[in-house]
């Protein structure tokens, strides 16, 4: 089956679910799905393996780990060929004020849970969570209940071009749409293409690199919703909604 066949002619298999609460209001849940693939580098399915975990000191977050591996019809082993990371921040979770516990968690200055979330925050949102004027045209997208902002996603050197990573993001938003009850994400994608890159590609200009990334990027269906005057790498960001998924 080819990687560029239509949507409705994939075939996703959930490999295995694991739930896992505890009293502590920590909880985590482990998927393992897949999607063959058959093009000029071979045949064969690309597994990612994602735990999504609830911090008890986090009202608003669930971090997302996971780990890609490469099953090749002509070997019986497996490999680990990259990383996934990403955060799920539900918009709706209240504090103990009943206010959004977003607005704290992500918003505000010396509560920040982690710089690239954070940025990427403050350039959508005001204090209040009102989209600010430069992301107005994807104001409904921005205002969903679930964001998600994803942190890494990494494939080993020798595994580029392949169409692995695209295969991986796919599954991605795959998973996250079928998750089992309660977990279930229905919202909005966001990345920074730049911060993709797991740090720089030797003798490569950035701006080349970057420009790979965006295209890259909008092949899954991601779109420029904000950038700065000049050239700056790691100043946009690109987003998109589940679903549709491409």
Not at 50 to 59: D, I, Q, R, T
Not at 65 to 79: C, N, Q
Not at 166 to 171: N, V
């Amino acid at each position: 089956m080819s990687d560029h066949s239509p949507e409705s002619e994939r075939s996703y298999t959930s490999e295995d679910v694991e739930i896992s609460t505890s009293g502590s209001g920590s909880d985590f849940i482990i998927v393992t799905e897949s999607l063959a693939f058959d093009n000029a580098h071979g045949s064969g399915k690309i597994e990612l393996k994602l735990k999504l975990e609830k911090y008890a000191e986090l009202l608003c977050v669930r971090r997302v780990t996971g780990t890609i591996y490469l099953h090749a019809d002509e070997r019986d082993d497996k490999l680990q060929i990259g990383n996934l990371i990403a955060n799920i921040v539900d918009r709706t979770a209240l504090n103990a004020r009943g206010t959004p516990a977003y607005l704290d968690e992500m918003l505000r200055p010396g509560t920040r849970y982690d710089k690239d979330v954070f940025d990427c925050f403050a350039k959508m949102y005001d204090a209040s969570g009102q989209t600010l004027p430069a992301l107005a045209a994807q104001s409904e997208a921005v205002q969903a209940d679930q964001v998600v902002f994803i942190e890494e996603l990494e494939l080993h050197r020798r595994f580029h071009s392949r169409g692995y990573g695209e295969i991986a993001l796919r599954i991605f938003h795959h998973a996250l749409m079928n998750l089992p009850d309660g977990y279930a994400f229905n919202g909005t994608v966001l990345l920074k293409p730049y911060s993709m890159n797991a740090g720089p590609v030797p003798n490569q200009d950035p701006y080349e690199v970057e420009g790979r990334l965006l295209r890259f990027y909008r092949k899954c269906g991601y779109e420029v919703w904000y950038e700065e005057e000049g050239r700056e790498i790691g100043k946009r960001i690109m987003g998109r909604t589940l679903p549709p998924w491409l």
